[in-house]
């Protein structure tokens, strides 16, 4: 366990375990301080300059996200100094920030917009920039919206990070720097893998679903895919579903997810071709049957073999119990120790 410390911060004291920064330390003790490019799951970056505090003794405005909370430190988050500094550094966000909330993507999920709110911010002191570029929409998920980016580069270090791949980069320098694959082109053309986490840390709508619907319910589950065993959070409206995010509290992942548990559960389970009853294949087609008939038909099939002529070959995808019982089905009903499993790999 980390060593513990205190700090003032806004004339309350603050107690901490080492290793914290500033940031860390305010959020803990429930003391907002507003921040674009700071994730929880990514290095300090320091980039959008909102995060600005004073601290005694230290010179200038320093960036609350890559300070490290040091005893005794007296830190001040509200001042007129620090208001002016985030106002500007907000402002010129905004003005070049193509904002368009009603059909964006993130309407009220949108950091920038609370952020304007809690500043209050309702005119600009410099005038809106008229750039337009092209949506990528190359992507079957999401939509790149640069027109909407604020360059937080929180897309580009979770890329990094996290998924390491590192499919994006921030390119070019200035007005003209933007988010960017390798050669600029498409992010369908790229080694991207269509994870989505650098979706779901964008905090505007730069990074955007494609078809966005709000549930009006939650239901935690584990993802089927694979082995791994994700904790995911399924979003339900009308009986389907229409949303899915990583669960923070799920030990294999951490809230994380790939491509097929972020994306690819809510086509298969409402899809009309799933099969809903056994199939016995006659004169090369398929025909619908019973389970009692299936099982019969495996069963004659099977008593033709020695055991040690037969393997059983599980899924991941399964449950544990189910697993647990077609190993059991081998060894005890067949007599045979030929089992296995993908997720072995
Ligand atoms: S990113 Fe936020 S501020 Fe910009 S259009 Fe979307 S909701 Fe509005
Ligand atoms: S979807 Fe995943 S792989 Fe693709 S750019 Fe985003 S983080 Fe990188
Ligand atoms: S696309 Fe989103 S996450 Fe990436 S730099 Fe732009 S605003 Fe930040």
């Known amino acids: 366990m980390g060593k513990i410390m205190k700090l003032t911060i806004n004339n309350v004291e603050v107690t901490i375990k080492s290793g914290m920064t500033v940031l860390e330390a305010a959020q803990s003790a429930g003391i907002y301080i507003p921040t674009l490019c700071a994730d929880p799951d990514l290095e300090p970056y320091g980039a959008c300059r909102l995060c600005v505090v004073e601290i005694d003794n230290m010179r200038g405005l320093p960036t609350a996200c890559t300070t490290p909370a040091a005893s005794g430190m007296v830190v001040r988050t509200e001042t007129p100094a620090i208001h002016s500094v985030r106002r500007t550094a907000l402002e010129l966000l905004i003005a070049d920030h193509n904002a368009d909330c009603l059909v964006c993507g993130k309407n009220q999920n949108c950091e920038l917009q609370k952020i304007a709110a809690y500043m209050g911010i309702n005119e600009l002191s410099f005038p809106k920039t008229t750039r337009k570029v092209a949506v990528d929409t190359s992507n079957p998920f999401f939509d790149v919206d640069r027109n909407k980016c604020i360059l937080c580069a929180r897309c580009v270090r979770t890329c990094n990070e996290i998924t390491c791949v590192g499919a994006i980069d921030l390119a070019n320098r200035g007005y003209n720097m933007k988010v960017a694959t390798f050669g600029d082109g498409l992010l369908f053309d790229s080694i991207c893998q269509s994870c989505g986490e650098c979706m779901v840390r964008c905090p ?65 389970v409402h899809s009309p071709e799933r099969l809903t009853t056994p199939l016995i294949r006659k004169d090369d087609k398929f025909e619908k049957a019973s389970w009692d008939e299936a099982l019969e038909l495996i069963a004659s099939k099977m008593a033709k073999y020695q055991p040690q002529e037969i393997g059983v070959v599980s899924s991941s995808r399964a449950t544990n119990e189910a697993n647990y019982v077609t190993q059991k089905f081998a060894r005890a009903a067949l007599g045979v120790n030929n089992v296995d499993n993908c997720a072995r790999v």
Request: hydrophobic fraction near 30%.
């Open 204 to 268: 505007v709508g730069a990074l955007s679903l494609k078809n966005c619907v709000t549930p009006d319910s939650e239901v935690e589950t584990t993802c089927p895919y694979c082995g791994t065993g994700c904790s995911m959070i399924l979003g339900v409206r009308d009986n389907r579903i229409v949303s899915v995010r990583g669960n923070r509290r799920g030990g294999a992942n951490g809230g994380k997810l790939c491509v097929k548990g972020r994306f690819g559960i809510s086509e298969f």
